[in-house]
Nanobody
Framework: QVQLVESGGGLVQVGGSLRLSCVAS????????MNWYRQAPGKQRELVAR???????NYPDYVKGRFTISRDNARNSVYLQMGSLQPGDTAVYYC?????????????WGQGTQVTVSS
């Protein structure tokens, strides 16, 4: 059974920091590309960070320099360190696992964790 369980969300003031965690089970974690997405009310879900199986990372411009993604394959975990948080970062943050199988691609999502940045 596949599970992605996020934690670490909460309420933080402008300029503050939070660290999100996602623990995966039931997937070939070491070969999966792990992503963090977010979705604010009334907006589409958007990518905030990606880390490949080879530890290559990329970030969209709106979080570059403020967010850092990392992974620990021994713990089947991926992390998102967020800094200099702004009200625009308020959203539900989702962990995503993506990998290529022999005949198809696989995509799994966690349930999300709320991040609220207050001014």
């Amino acid at each position: 059974q596949v599970q992605l369980v996020e934690s670490g969300g909460g309420l933080v003031q402008v300029g503050g920091s939070l660290r999100l965690s996602c623990v995966a089970s039931g997937i070939p974690f070491s070969i999966a590309t792990m992503n963090w997405y977010r979705q604010a009310p009334g907006k589409q879900r958007e990518l905030v960070a990606r880390i490949s199986s080879g530890d290559y990372t990329n970030y969209p411009d709106y979080v570059k320099g403020r967010f850092t993604i990392s992974r620990d394959n021994a713990r089947n975990s991926v992390y998102l360190q967020m800094g200099s948080l702004q009200p625009g970062d308020t959203a539900v943050y989702y962990c995503n696992a993506h990998w290529l199988g022999v005949v198809k691609t696989y995509d799994y999502w966690g349930q999300g964790t709320q991040v609220t940045v207050s001014s």
